[in-house]
């Protein structure tokens, strides 16, 4: 899976890009501090004809759309930035809810709402943009790393979920 | 959850004792070698008046009882010790065949079969058994480190596994 990545990552970055639990409670132990969300958008958008073949929907269906950063409670520093599609059809009216109401990270609202899913990685990159680093705040000429992976449950892609950090960040414990 | 534990863990044990995802996978990460499953038991036994309270099960039902060590394959020595608990009666017939035929990875067994799930963490405990001293070839007056969680699918405990590892493993990334 890293076979496109042409440079050494650290065993944190591997972990992040590798975990299938909650990177939340992961970062919360990686920093020994408590992770909170700022949602920088949450808005209903039409899919897509990509983005409906990826979720197996329909053209136009809704979908929640969400981007958010995870950091620390005491720091402004984003440690993830994360961009999310979810049917609307396919959530719960709680579940909905909470997503909504933004601010609360995924992996707490599942955990809370009792839904048992599986998470299925999709892919994991090397990108350049140099919109994530302004938002990191980082040189323009580290890369990100990003992975992009699916929430399944009953059989449907209730999340898809695209993360993104620098290649400077997470090289080892409570350093990023 | 950490309440009752009166000595400082490293942030890597506080992983493994937290984690909601693939232990093998996080193993695998954290010491940068594939990990393999040494079956010691494997055994259908019967529910006693405790189990069967825990898993919601009939006293008599049957239960596979199933103890491994996961180490590295390049390794003798265990990284961690699980016991685990499953009602026969809730397993598809595929991941029985998988589960008894031994030596494969309950998650890998899951992410194969594309079983959803979600991970309820019971207790942490720091134990004192020789046993496990033996076992981890550690001195006798190490403590051991412990969690049991129940995975829950379709709303019922699938497995109920414990881990145990030594206090003095996992210090640091590929050092244990």
């Given at each position: 899976?890293?076979?496109?990545?042409?440079?050494?990552?650290?065993?944190?970055?591997k972990?992040?890009?590798?975990t299938?639990?909650?990177?939340?409670?992961?970062?919360?132990v990686?920093?020994?501090?408590?992770?909170?969300?700022?949602?920088?958008?949450?808005?209903?958008?039409?899919?897509d004809?990509?983005?409906a073949?990826?979720?197996e929907?329909?053209?136009?269906?809704?979908?929640?759309?969400?981007?958010?950063?995870l950091?620390?409670?005491?720091?402004?520093?984003?440690?993830?930035?994360?961009?999310?599609?979810?049917?609307?059809?396919?959530l719960?009216k709680?579940?909905?809810?909470?997503?909504?109401?933004?601010?609360?990270?995924?992996?707490?609202?599942?955990?809370?709402?009792?839904?048992?899913?599986?998470?299925?990685?999709?892919?994991?990159?090397?990108?350049?943009?140099?919109?994530?680093?302004?938002?990191?705040?980082?040189?323009?000429?580290?890369?990100?790393?990003?992975?992009?992976?699916?929430?399944?449950?009953?059989?449907?892609?209730?999340?898809?979920?695209?993360?993104?950090?620098?290649?400077?960040?997470?090289?080892?414990?409570?350093?990023?």
């Amino acid at each position: 899976m890293f076979s496109n990545l042409q440079c050494k990552l650290s065993a944190l970055q591997k972990l992040i890009l590798l975990t299938d639990g909650s990177v939340t409670t992961l970062l919360e132990v990686i920093t020994g501090k408590p992770v909170t969300v700022s949602t920088l958008v949450q808005r209903i958008v039409k899919a897509d004809h990509e983005i409906a073949e990826l979720l197996e929907i329909e053209e136009e269906d809704s979908l929640n759309y969400r981007v958010v950063t995870l950091r620390n409670i005491d720091s402004e520093k984003p440690l993830i930035y994360a961009e999310s599609y979810t049917p609307i059809s396919r959530l719960q009216k709680e579940f909905k809810y909470d997503l909504m109401k933004a601010d609360v990270p995924i992996g707490n609202i599942m955990q809370e709402r009792k839904i048992e899913s599986r998470r299925e990685i999709e892919k994991i990159e090397m990108i350049f943009n140099d919109e994530f680093n302004k938002i990191f705040d980082v040189p323009y000429h580290v890369p990100m790393l990003s992975r992009t992976y699916n929430i399944i449950s009953n059989n449907m892609v209730l999340i898809r979920i695209t993360e993104t950090f620098p290649l400077t960040s997470f090289l080892r414990f409570n350093a990023y």
